[in-house]
Nanobody, 118 residues
Framework: QVQLVESGGALVQAGGSLRLSCAAS????????MGWYRQVPGKERELVAA???????NYADSVKGRFTISRDNAKNTVYLQMSSLTPEDTAVYFC????????????WGQGTQVTVSS
């Protein structure tokens, strides 16, 4: 079992910055993908950014150049540095961990609210 604990969500003004953190604990494999998704009411959860344990990254087009995902593999922690925030970034942000060993495992954090005021 894996637990994900997010922190860092807040109310911020448009143009501001925010850093989200997600610490993973439990039975974590050495090869995995950690990432951030976001969801607004009435819409599907969407990928924001993900980073493999090997360092490969993937970003949603809407956040490229504004958000940066990083990891501390020794601490099993993933970060999302968000800058130039806009009201359209307002959402609940969820941490995610994917790993596989014969079968796939997919874990979610409880979510942290990010609200960007105009």
């Amino acid at each position: 079992q894996v637990q994900l604990v997010e922190s860092g969500g807040a109310l911020v003004q448009a143009g501001g910055s925010l850093r989200l953190s997600c610490a993973a604990s439990g039975n974590i494999f050495s090869i995995n993908v950690m990432g951030w998704y976001r969801q607004v009411p009435g819409k599907e959860r969407e990928l924001v950014a993900a980073r493999t344990s090997g360092g490969t990254t993937n970003y949603a087009d809407s956040v490229k150049g504004r958000f940066t995902i990083s990891r501390d593999n020794a601490k099993n922690t993933v970060y999302l540095q968000m800058s130039s925030l806009t009201p359209e970034d307002t959402a609940v942000y969820f941490c995610n961990l994917k790993q596989a060993m014969g079968i796939s495992f997919n874990y979610w954090g409880q979510g942290t609210q990010v609200t960007v005021s105009s």
